[in-house]
């Protein structure tokens, strides 16, 4: 067992550290309210705090709540509790964490090894903080303004990714948005929908509701003389939506976004990947947004600008989230100009079992727009044969259009 | 720590470090734990090993699209209730005793849930499996569940447990959990093992392997893992495909052994497809099955 390598300045105690770590999660989007700043300290105590891998453990268990939040975390853990800004002591140098690490999501998780090779390199120098202040009583903790403009020691690095976020920031534009919303619930009614295996109560139906029945029926005795009935319910359809954040996708890419937010607004069930290189899904980002909170929401990520690969980035989603999401009652939509820098072989795979796998597949290519456009690109062209509706949409009344016209397939 | 480890090894369940600080914080902090990872990595087997460690019940809800509170948490016996009140017509009781009766514990049946909160002996361990198969509506249902452990039934009140649970929720990723249910929760990735942990799974769940056929198939897997295919094998498969290598007495990995029961491992042709390629042209399965065909 290593000794403890947590370095702490001296004059603060080990709960206001805790609580500075969980504020600055808190800001990243984690999900951490006071309980969890309460269990993570009660699940130090049951650790202990003799070893830092257990410590790490132990608060990734309480305040992380997915793998994307996982891998944040053990990097932002080193930052904050083994950065030498606290201790003028201890010579630690932290490397700042890899933007790969950062920002890739979707990503097969990597194996939680406690020491790496950096870690190793790193002697302890410093004795054990937690000595007396352990549980120590602390109300200097700082706002979060402090927080957010690096005035706390240890956050400038916290600040620096919210700013390189702001470099990587794709804003979606608030006009037309009553457009959207129309074109999104048009589309929603246009597709089919099936039932699911969930009943629903009504006066009809194909089976006998008996809960009902005998609620029904109490006030007239024991005798049963109406009947209440359950059917299928309608099962929702649902959507997942692909968008090209490559650089030649600027603009078209927006007002897609756009068209995902509004269809978020309308629907439980959409599922919206940015890809470039590699495929990242914002879903969650969408849906938290609040309608005038849109200004100014941003989609971060190292999937906005650079080259394209549509094929690899789809292989990746077949293969990590295919078997849950591409259902007979999805529907596939992809924003991209289908300029391909990867592989064709592999956009025509995934196309292929995307086609076979899903309701409709909608193809929205702004190139399409301009007259004398011909699909000739390698890329699109291997797309081409398992496209159910091939269109463009540069505002939100074209899209309007498209969902009028749109059917599913099966 | 280790003590846990050794508890669940003696039981055939091979943790690690995470998973075994996962247990004893769910243990100590009475919280439910959330597993997710890729399918077949042992998710639910934490659950059975949990109780066979802790001696007690294992109650287990499995979710799936359409569940509702009447399959999961409790129901009236309606067809018993309405005989009730046919026998019960002409006895002349006031309407409020008949009612009484009529919601009585005696006609409740207890779902697994209900189940759960009303062990009168130990915490029983209470398993809800592939939580993401069921509906949003039903998580919603579960919430007061899991903070609180407890209950509201309308005819009777609120149910609170006598012996908390220990409750572990699994799930596949099929949908975004809701935050509501994940912050009520302590989450746990498991994915999958690297080639010393899953010879030590295999070792732990067959004893009578031989460790160069574990070792073999921890390579093989390891290798076809990272393969692009449509369903990714997980330990299960492993475990299935050990025993069926011994079952025809193969001690060692070969091509073609590996062609015939390749149907342990890959449920879908073009992964069969993929890996009969790899195996042909392919550099690193290639050379796992060389050391195999040699030996023989």
Known sequence: MSLCRVSCPPTTSLVRHVTIFCQKLRQLGFLIGPEQTIDSLRAMEITGVANVTDVKEALRLVLCSSPD??????????????????????????????????????????????????????????????????????????????????????????????????????????????????????????????????????????????????????????????????????????????????????????????????????????????????VKRVTAKLYRTKRHELQALSVQGAEWGGGTRIGESLATFIQLEGRNMLEKNTVIMIGSDGLETGSVEVLQQSMKIIHSRSASVIWLNPLLAMPGYEPTARGMQAALPYIDTFSHAHDARSYKKMAAAFRCRR | MSAIDAAFANHGYVTDGSTATALRLMISLQKPLLIEGPAGVGKTEIAKALAQVLQTRLIRLQCYEGLDVHSALYEWNYQKQLLHLKLSENDGRSLRQKEADLFDQTFLLRRPLLEALTDQVSSPVLLIDEIDRADEAFEAYLLETLAEFQVTIPELGTVVAQHRPYIVLTSNRTRELSDALRRRCLYQWISYPDIEKEMQILQAKIPDINKALAEQISQMMEQIRCLPLVKTPGIAESLDWAIALMTLHQGVLDTETMQETLGCILKDRDDWELVLHEMKHGEFLKNTLSAGNVER
């Open chain 1, 69 to 278: 939040e996982q891998k944040l975390f053990d990097e932002l853990f080193e930052v904050h509790f083994r950065s030498n800004s606290w201790s003028s002591l201890d010579p630690i140098s932290i490397e700042p964490p890899s933007e790969d690490n950062l920002l890739a999501m979707g990503r097969k998780q990597k194996p939680v090894d406690s020491a790496s090779p950096a870690e190793k390199r790193k002697t302890p120098t410093v004795k054990s903080p937690f000595s007396q202040e352990l549980y120590g009583i602390d109300t200097g903790i700082p706002s979060e303004m402090d927080l957010l403009e690096g005035r706390d020691a240890g956050s400038s690095f916290l600040t620096s990714i919210l700013h390189r976020d702001a470099a990587t920031r794709a804003r979606i534009p608030v006009d037309d948005l009553d457009m959207a919303m129309e074109a999104a619930k048009l589309l929603l009614n246009r597709a089919k929908r099936e039932t699911s295996r969930r009943l629903e109560m009504g006066m009809r139906g194909r089976q006998l509701d008996f809960r009902r029945t005998l609620r029904i029926n109490r006030q007239g005795g024991s005798e049963i003389f109406k009947l209440a009935w359950k059917s299928p319910k309608p099962k929702p359809i649902r959507f997942v939506l692909f968008c090209d954040g490559s650089r030649s996708m600027s603009g078209f890419a927006e007002r897609f976004l756009q068209f995902a937010y509004a269809l978020t607004c309308c629907s439980a069930h959409v599922e919206v990947f940015l890809f470039s290189t590699h």
